[in-house]
């Protein structure tokens, strides 16, 4: 399927806000894709395609989490914000017809992030975060470093998430924390 024909069933699926937001994620993560040697194409379609999912109803997100072939656990199912990313994964390969394991991953865990993200799954995580439609506080800072330096930009983005699921309330999912601490080792050089 190509990019407008993508954009155009994906209309269907989404919200105006959330079309919007998935169209900047997508400049977003060309713009990184050219600046850090990924693959445009695929860095493209993974940021169009990454809230597939975010408008789905509580039953059909749980359903399609499910199917998608990604741990669900307790901490997705009682923050039931954490599964548009499987659901997506899912539904990507339903309906877009989208196979490649590295976009599915992508957007499996666009929300949570994990221990060894592959450069396409931190750039997706990032241009989430600082497509131009988002506003919060740290942002312009984010978006500066990402193009300086993609592992710190992915350590800024979780902390701001971090600080803001927390003053939620909310229960932080462990991938993250498991992700940020290897990549703040790994910028001290300690995580051999
Ligand atoms: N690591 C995390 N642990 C727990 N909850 C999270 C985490 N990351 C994000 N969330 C929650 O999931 C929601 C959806 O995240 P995300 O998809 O990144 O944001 P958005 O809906 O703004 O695109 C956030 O608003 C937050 O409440």
Not at 112 to 136: C, H, Q, W
């Amino acid at each position: 399927m190509n990019i407008d024909t993508i954009k155009e069933k994906l209309k269907e699926l989404l919200d105006e806000q959330r079309f919007v937001h998935s169209l900047g994620t997508m400049d977003c993560a060309m713009m990184l894709a050219k600046r850090f040697d990924e693959d445009v194409q695929k860095a493209m379609i993974a940021g169009l395609v990454h809230d597939c999912a975010k408008c789905l109803k509580k039953e059909e997100l749980l359903n399609c989490a499910f199917k998608s072939g990604i741990v669900i656990d307790n901490i997705m199912i009682s923050q039931p914000e954490l599964l548009h990313g499987p659901a997506g994964c899912y539904l990507a390969k339903e309906l877009f017809g989208i196979y490649d394991s590295d976009i599915l991953n992508s957007i499996a865990y666009h929300t949570t992030g994990r221990e060894n993200m592959t450069k396409l799954e931190k750039i997706i995580y990032v241009a989430d975060l600082i497509e131009p439609s988002r506003k919060f506080k740290s942002v312009e800072l984010i978006r500066k470093k990402s193009f300086e330096n993609l592992d710190k930009a992915v350590v800024m983005a979780m902390d701001n998430t971090i600080k803001y699921v927390i003053e939620k309330g909310g229960l932080i999912h462990p991938s993250t924390i498991f992700a940020r601490n290897q990549l703040i080792l790994k910028e001290s050089g300690e995580d051999s």
